[in-house]
């Protein structure tokens, strides 16, 4: 069993819609990353967190650590938000276990 | 502009033929890291290094050197590729020598490399 999954591992959806990517892991954390991979294949740093919730434009990260689950939410979704979303968690031992990332297609 | 540069992009090379690609970042960054990215595997660490000559393996370090002789590079050699290491590099740092948990990851844009 992964220490880190993702669901759903692929997610086609209309443009608009609000768009919810679930992570969850079995290890204690100290930190919890999520990153976007863009179909070039760049990968940028979206949020970094250890507790409650962080909004940037429109994209939100929340974290429970009790339950030891994440979650990246998407709000009017756009063609553009296409791409590989990855979380990451990082454990005792100041290693990042990565999930194997949510490929989203948003349609016009 | 601050970012993390990798050279090359795109790679062909035959088994055994040494090669290394080069990372290079100007932020100042005490984390630095390697990663592959196969797919189906997500991204798998190979080896890192928190400051100026201070290195440690990943998870799948064998088949790899590095060097981080001065704070902005840190290349990734292979001695002796072969078509296992067919792959997606990327090169990454971050701020703080304790790197993910307390500043977030830049990337480099990667560097596919095809081993015949």
């Known amino acids: 069993k992964n220490e880190v999954e993702q669901s759903p591992q692929n997610l086609t959806a209309q443009e608009g819609e609000f768009i919810t990517i679930n992570c969850s892991y079995s290890?204690?954390?100290?930190?919890l990353h999520w990153l976007q991979q863009h179909p070039g294949g760049g990968i940028v740093s979206l949020f970094m967190?250890?507790?409650?919730?962080k909004k940037h434009g429109r994209l939100i990260a929340t974290i429970n650590i009790q339950e030891k689950h994440s979650s990246l939410h998407i709000t009017a979704s756009h063609p553009r938000d296409s791409a590989v979303y990855i979380c990451?968690?990082?454990?005792?031992?100041?290693?990042?276990?990565w999930g194997a990332g949510t490929k989203l297609i948003i349609k016009p | 502009e601050a970012q993390v540069t990798q050279n090359p992009r795109y790679l062909i090379t035959v088994t055994g033929k040494k090669l290394t690609v080069t990372c290079s970042q100007n932020?100042?960054?005490?984390?630095m890291s390697w990663y592959r990215q196969d797919p189906g595997l997500g991204l798998r660490q190979i080896y890192y290094?928190?400051?100026?000559?201070?290195?440690d393996k990943g998870d799948v370090p064998e088949g790899y050197k590095v060097s981080r002789k001065e704070k902005r590079n840190f290349p990734l050699i292979l001695e002796s590729p072969s078509p296992n290491q067919t792959s997606l590099y990327f090169c990454?740092?971050?701020?703080?020598?304790?790197?993910?948990?307390?500043?977030?990851?830049?990337f480099g844009n990667g560097t596919r490399l095809t081993v015949t």
């Open positions: 290890v204690g954390i100290s930190a």
């Open positions: 967190l250890s507790s409650g919730k």
């Open positions: 932020m100042n960054h005490e984390y």
């Open positions: 290094s928190m400051n100026v000559e201070v290195t």
């Open positions: 990454a740092s971050s701020l703080m020598a304790l790197g993910p948990y307390n500043s977030p990851l830049h």
């Open positions: 990451a968690v990082l454990d005792s031992n100041y290693q990042l276990i």
